[in-house]
């Protein structure tokens, strides 16, 4: 941003009646770091001692109600869902008016749950921070974190300010607003392809596809599946974010079917297909469930065969039962696709520590899966068993040969070298 542009309006988000001495203070720091603080009340009982741009009337009537229709429900959790829906609704249509240019939302557990909601309404590249006392908790399901979230916790400032506050909510002023200052937004020049895949280790065809889809005029997008990784993935499909997707490494379906922490939320594998965005699907990585390293197996995986990946991350793999459970949902998860499906199914193996010799190879369970899976890919999908590896060159051939079909046909557009 050139030193003549307008500055960032930066939306300063929070309950001013009870926190009043501290958005103030942020809204000091976003003006003195070179931006313009647009403050939003999202208050029920009281008011602030200064005056908003946005008050809580406005936030209510945002959700088609009234402050006072929602004091009258007494109930203080549904109040705060009723202001987090105005908030959200408030946001979206600032930020469609060309008037929003980054947000920061102040709060405690409601205050959080609020910002989730706000800040899922905007789109990838509109810089959002959170300030909370929940910041990075499980407390927070991952399919409500927009793609882009920053958050940092909010030590020591509970009730009023003190150095230690006022050190943390400086420094995500301060970020916020040279995140709206300097960030570059998404290229939409070239159509995106989504993409999914479990580090280079263990999946490795975006060493093949990526430069093939790049040649032909594509920006190419590979999420990490490590749950937040296909979070993100998701929730960009669920804003028509992208031309089409390889959806190669779908081993989250399989960490929430077993309750891992390690997920992408319940609607992993679903977000493209209700957006309309053609897909090309693979079972990358769904022969494992991902734990956490530092603690104890569960009593179901504890003789399983195990791979420590690093002392954060262990893969542990499935029963042939447990796979054959997986095939079914995949199954059903496909059957609720509005747009154009291929599912490839690779017959030597879906990850590169399966094969022989290494610690997770397992003939029994690979073969389980490919019965199911075959038993369960719905009409509606086209189907195409691959003789080859994941990893290998010519599955990816295949892939792209699917893709390139699709182009020459319109279902997915046309690439801009």
Not at 51 to 65: E, N
Not at 191 to 197: E, K, N, Q, V
Not at 315 to 322: D, K, L, N, Q, W
């Amino acid at each position: 941003m050139s030193p003549a542009a307008p500055l960032p309006r930066i939306l300063v988000i929070g309950t001013g009646d009870t926190k009043c001495d501290e958005l103030q203070f942020m809204a000091s720091v976003i003006a003195e770091a070179g931006g313009r603080p647009v403050m939003v009340d999202v208050s029920i009982l009281g008011d602030p001692p200064y005056v908003p741009d946005y008050s809580k009337h406005d936030i209510a009537k945002a959700a088609a109600t009234s402050i006072a229709a929602i004091t009258e429900s007494g109930d203080e959790n549904s109040a705060m869902a009723a202001m987090a829906e105005g908030a959200a609704a408030l946001t979206l249509r600032l930020y469609k008016d060309g008037l929003v240019d980054g947000i920061i939302v102040l709060g405690g557990s409601m205050g959080t749950d609020l910002a989730l909601d706000v800040a899922a309404v905007l789109p990838l590249g509109v810089p959002k921070f959170v300030v909370s006392t929940i910041a990075y908790s499980h407390l927070i399901p991952p399919e409500r974190i927009a793609p882009d979230l920053m958050m940092i916790l909010w030590a020591g400032g509970l009730y009023g300010l003190n150095s230690i506050c006022r050190s943390v909510l400086s420094q995500a002023c301060g970020a916020v607003v040279g995140a709206a200052r300097h960030g570059t937004k998404p290229d939409r020049t070239r159509p995106l392809i989504g993409m999914t895949s479990l580090g280079s280790s263990c999946l490795k065809y975006m060493k093949h596809l990526r430069p093939e889809l790049e040649k032909r005029g594509y920006d190419v997008a590979v999420f990490h599946s490590t749950g937040m990784g296909g979070r993100a993935f998701e929730a960009i499909a669920a804003q028509s974010g992208f031309a089409a997707v390889f959806d190669f490494c779908i081993q989250e379906v399989s960490n929430h079917h077993y309750g891992t922490v390690v997920t992408s939320g319940p609607d992993r594998l679903e977000n493209a297909g209700r957006a309309g965005i053609p897909q090309i699907v693979a079972p990358g990585a769904v022969d494992m469930v991902d734990l956490q390293a530092w603690q104890t197996l569960p009593d179901i995986f504890a003789d399983r065969p195990y791979h420590a990946h690093n002392r954060l991350i262990g893969s542990v793999t499935t029963s042939p039962e447990g796979r054959r459970e997986v095939a079914r949902l995949i199954g059903q998860k496909l059957a609720r696709a509005d747009a154009k499906v291929a599912f490839l199914l690779p017959t030597e193996g879906l990850q590169e520590w399966d094969k022989p010799d290494e610690p997770l190879h397992d003939p029994e369970g690979l073969a389980a899966f490919l019965d199911e899976m075959r038993r369960t890919v719905p009409s509606s999908v086209t189907f195409q068993e691959v003789d080859a590896h994941i990893n290998s060159p010519s599955f990816s051939g295949a892939a792209l040969a699917v893709f390139d079909g699709w182009v020459a046909e319109g279902i997915i557009p046309e690439g801009r070298p």
